[in-house]
């Protein structure tokens, strides 16, 4: 060390120190700038259902990305994997670089990263198209984001059970004497010995509203007890309204269902893209950014709330229903999810050796979680069996009766984190597989979440007019490829000989013998090779178009291996081979959707009859229902901590070998 107090420290540098939205993206080099002042980002937001688009204006300090900025000042820009350059979805047009590059032509003064050139034609970059991620803000900048897919596709429903029903919920109307001289037994006294089938212990907000409320209803009162608590007391007969939200807390998408829980019946469903989806696609990348920048877990914790209040809103307007009705809601979340809402720090979730604060989280308020429903209305989550099987998964175990079933179950919920539960009737195993981001559109050239346009079918013939059969979900124009499309796309190509059982397209000599009427599309973007699967007009170059690379092929392949070593090694626990699975559950949103054929086909699961292989659904939804109707079904969910056990596949000595064996086709 130097002697001088004041001589350059010669180990420092100064990217030891930068914040994470000063530190340089894969891809691209830190732009030279003094580092001082403020840069002005002005963003012209558009809006998915057409409203007109809302300007924003944003001051940071110079060398922050453009998708940083956004993501500080609230301004959601598409991305899976939270602004780190690797997903190439935060596509925005930086539309000053055309002005700036009118005034001088011979400079561009927005560098294109290798990224870019990857992401969009020449026509593109030129227009000012660049990936959020990669650009520093190191001047003022205008910026068009294009809009959010707020409302992907996603199951609402699934495989339930009928229960019986037995509320946490309860009502009782009373009409009670008034007192005298004679009877001058308490408020509280005289109302608990109205109910005679319940035995409720108050709550402080019940026993202020208590003394008015008898009185000003002239003793004719509605008690309301939650999970045997006195919540609160009504005027009149209100015995008919009685609601509650089951909500799935995804990583991607959250569904929110209005119960009428004195009938049993739902009442209204709404959807949406969780709000933390700017900090990235999975629960890695969250977890990794609240690691990296203290502030983001507060900021994730409201994005949650925002999420689940807004849903709340909706399916309560849509429904016709006060939401000072709702009583209890039940939130069914993986242990990311549910340890954000909580404002419960997820690192160790993160960092080997995955430890849970706690396996079942508390009952709180339901205002603690952002909810403006009944201010003493109950927020009840489901118990968790690992880091990364959580309570989701129970749940949807609890909704498909994986506990109750004596026939030999594979339960298998795709995301970016895949959770897999296997029962044979007396056992059942849990375990949990890195798929990545693949299914969800990210790390996919054309990928996409499956909105309107996003090629979710494709069939391959063997003429010129039956070529390439496309599904698009909104029937519009093709747009890019969600995951059911991939999964399609490449059993597909695996059927027809295009890809060989290793992965690789043919040879382009060897495409026109092997199918000759599809033998034109297989081209290359640079050096990759692609399938183009649409193009918008017949003189398209393969850039415009959408297609399948090389590479998106080799994601499929990886996610696909990891999700079919994790069943293969829990059949193997329990001694079994994959000819003795009867049924195939397949849930969350993409199970829903892709095809069972494609998925036998690529090895996703197990080669069995596609009758065998049923689409489950939402059931972590059907899950969190159940648990608001049926109190005793509640407390089947958290006996299944007791039942299931959960196999940690990362320490296992032979799971790398298992994953090259499942690689092939």
């Not at 870019?116 to 227009?127: E, G, I, K």
């Not at 803000?137 to 996603?154: C, E, G, H, Q, S």
């Not at 893209?273 to 690691?291: E, F, W």
């Not at 199918?515 to 399938?531: M, N, S």
Request: charged share 20%; net charge negative; proline share 7%.
């Amino acid at each position: 060390m130097t002697s001088d107090p004041d001589a350059p420290d010669p180990d420092f540098s100064l990217d030891h120190v930068r914040r994470e939205g000063l530190m340089a993206s894969p891809g691209t080099e830190l732009v030279t700038h003094d580092g001082t002042g403020r840069v002005e980002l002005s963003f012209n937001v558009e809006d998915a259902g057409g409203a007109p688009p809302t300007q924003r204006s944003v001051r940071v300090p110079p060398g922050v990305t453009v998708f940083d900025s956004a993501s500080w000042n609230g301004i959601a820009i598409d991305s899976t994997c939270g602004g780190h350059g690797t997903c190439h979805k935060c596509k925005v047009r930086v539309t000053s670089v055309v002005e700036e590059v009118a005034q001088r032509p011979s400079r561009n003064p927005t560098p294109v990263s290798r990224h870019d050139v990857r992401t969009f034609t020449r026509d593109q970059l030129d227009a000012g198209w660049r990936l959020a991620c990669l650009v520093q803000a190191t001047r003022d900048l205008k910026v068009d984001v294009p809009p959010l897919t707020t409302r992907p596709k996603a199951a609402t429903v699934g495989v339930g059970r009928q229960v019986i029903l037995r509320p946490a919920v309860q009502k009782r109307y009373v009409e009670l004497a008034e007192p005298d001289l004679s009877d001058q037994r308490t408020d509280l006294d005289r109302l608990l010995a109205a109910i005679d089938d319940l035995a409720p212990q108050p709550d402080l907000h019940a026993l202020r509203r208590l003394p008015h409320v008898l009185r000003a209803a002239d003793w004719k009162v509605t008690a309301v007890v939650v999970d045997e608590v006195l919540v609160d007391v009504e005027p009149g007969d209100t015995t008919g309204q009685r609601y509650a939200i089951a909500f799935d807390l995804g990583t991607t998408t959250v569904v929110a269902t209005l119960l009428d829980v004195a009938l049993g019946t739902p009442v209204g469903v709404a959807s949406m893209l969780n709000k933390q989806q700017p900090y990235g696609g999975d629960v890695i990348t969250r977890i990794s950014a609240t690691m990296l920048d203290p502030q983001t877990l507060p900021r994730l914790q409201q994005a949650a709330a925002t999420t689940l209040a807004e849903l709340a809103a909706q399916v309560c307007r849509e429904g016709g229903v006060d939401p000072q009705q709702v009583y209890e809601v039940a939130i069914a979340g993986n242990a990311t999810m549910t340890a954000l809402v909580l404002g419960i720090d997820p690192e160790p979730l993160g960092v080997a050796p995955f430890v849970m604060a706690t396996a079942q989280p508390p009952t709180v308020l339901a205002s603690d979680v952002g909810l403006d429903v009944h201010p003493r209305a109950r927020a009840v989550f489901f118990p968790a069996l690992g880091a990364y099987v959580g309570g989701d998964i129970v749940a949807g175990m609890l909704a498909t009766g994986m506990d109750r079933d004596k026939r030999t179950r594979l339960f298998i919920d795709v995301g970016t984190n895949c959770e897999l539960v296997v029962s044979d009737g007396d056992r059942i195993l849990s375990t949990a597989a890195p798929a990545g981001p693949a299914f969800e559109g990210g790390a996919i050239r054309c990928g996409m979440r499956a909105a309107d346009g996003a090629i979710e079918v494709i069939k391959l013939g063997a003429t010129p007019e039956d070529a390439v059969q496309l599904g698009v979900i909104g029937d519009v124009e093709p747009k890019g490829l969600c995951g059911s499309g991939l999964v399609d796309a490449v059993a597909e190509l695996v059927r027809v000989g295009l890809l060989d059982v290793s992965g690789r397209f043919v040879p382009d000599e060897q495409a026109p013998e092997v199918a000759p009427a599809l033998a034109d599309r297989l081209t290359r973007i640079g050096e990759e090779r692609v399938f183009v699967l649409h193009r918008p007009h017949a003189d398209a170059v393969p850039e415009e178009c959408v297609v399948l690379s090389q590479r998106d092929v080799r994601e499929l392949q990886f996610a696909k291996a990891a999700i079919s070593t994790g069943w293969t090694l829990l059949l193997e626990e329990l001694g079994l081979e994959h000819r003795d699975v009867q049924q195939v559950l397949m849930a969350g949103s993409f199970g829903s959707y892709i095809s069972p054929a494609s998925a036998v086909r690529i090895g996703l699961v197990p080669k069995l009859p596609v009758l065998r292989i049923v689409s489950a659904g939402n059931v972590a939804g059907e899950g969190a229902k159940m648990a608001l109707l049926s109190v005793r079904e509640r407390a089947g969910a958290a006996a299944l901590l007791q039942e299931v056990t959960y196999v940690e596949l990362s320490d296992r000595p032979d799971f790398n070998d298992r994953f090259v064996d499942q690689l092939a086709f």
